[in-house]
Structures are given as C-alpha cells and as structure tokens.
C-alpha cells in the first residue's frame, strides 16, 4: 500500500467489547475518526505502518482488555 507519510492512531473507545474506535491521522491535515472489528484494526494500523498513540483514561483499559481478551483467537 502507498506510502502514508506520517500515519497514527489514537484509541478513543471500545464499543461492544468487539469494535475499536479510533482517530487516524496522516501528519497535521487530515484526522478521521474510524470503527473497526479489532482484528481489522490492527491489519488498518500494520498496513499503513501506523504509529500507536497512548490512549487515555477509560479507552486505554477498554483497549488493553480486548487486546489481550483477543490475542490468542
């Protein structure tokens, strides 16, 4: 896939303990706010070797919880 320059992602949320809900940023001129089931997530994120932004508060737990709920399926 092209090159995506500076590309990252910010956790904000996880929704039916199964979708991540994120920000996706290429540098400072485009943010998105996307929803993706998690495996599809971390191919988005691999794919266009996005850097992963600490989460906050209440999504980083979300986050960390489905990760390792997920890990080995």
């Not at 910010?10 to 996307?34: A, C, P």
């Not at 998690?38 to 600490?54: K, Q, S």
Request: proline share 3%; with cysteine; hydrophobic share 45%.
């Amino acid at each position: 896939m092209g090159d995506w320059g500076d590309a990252s992602v910010r956790v904000t949320g996880v929704r039916r303990s199964r979708y991540v809900e994120f920000d996706f940023s290429i540098g400072d001129e485009l943010v998105v706010e996307l929803v993706m089931p998690y495996r599809e997530f971390c191919n988005f994120c691999a794919d266009r070797n996005a850097e992963m932004l600490p989460a906050e508060g209440e999504a980083a737990l979300a986050y960390m919880e489905l990760a390792e709920r997920l890990a080995d399926t």
